[in-house]
């Protein structure tokens, strides 16, 4: 074998386990919240904002996971403000809170004010954030801890 092409294989093996994503984690970029509202379009969807430093987030998540369950046809799309370089700790949460294996989303850099203004210009970075998208996508932005019985109520009104 070539040194060139031995070099190209060592160089491959040792950059593998910083390309490789974690595979629950899909890349939320400056792209995404359009793409998202495409994806749906016609259909109501929940957009869900959290990070591994808040507390409060970690008790929503068995609340969101009983929502994917009672109403599947709304899709919830998690997404961890952390870049995916945090992958790990992001998965660690994931399990830790049982969030599921699906729907789950980090940014995909260290930019994350261009991120939050495409999702919403006023939004600052507190987490959680929930945008609530309805069938033709007018959207309700809450902050902080969720109101369980006001997301059920929008929940079933949106699967009517």
């Not at 009983?66 to 399990?95: C, H, M, W």
């Not at 801890?145 to 109520?153: E, H, I, K, V, Y």
Request: net charge positive; charged share 25%; with cysteine.
């Amino acid at each position: 074998m070539s040194v060139l092409r031995r070099l190209l294989c060592l160089s491959l093996l040792l950059l593998s386990p910083f390309v490789q994503a974690e595979p629950r984690l899909t890349p939320f970029d400056a792209g995404s919240p359009a793409a998202l509202r495409q994806a749906n379009a016609g259909h109501a969807f929940v957009l869900v904002f959290w990070s591994v430093h808040c507390a409060p987030c970690f008790a929503e998540m068995a609340q969101w996971r009983a929502y994917r369950k009672q109403f599947p046809g709304i899709p919830i799309v998690q997404v961890a403000t952390e870049s995916l370089d945090e992958s790990a700790a992001i998965v660690n949460v994931l399990d830790r809170y049982d969030a599921g294996t699906t729907g789950h989303r980090a940014f995909a850099d260290d930019y994350a004010e261009k991120i939050r203004y495409a999702v919403d210009p006023a939004w600052r970075g507190e987490t959680p954030k929930v945008y609530f998208y309805d069938r033709e996508h007018k959207r309700i932005a809450r902050s902080g801890a969720l109101d369980p019985d006001w997301a059920r109520r929008w929940f079933e009104q949106q699967s009517r």
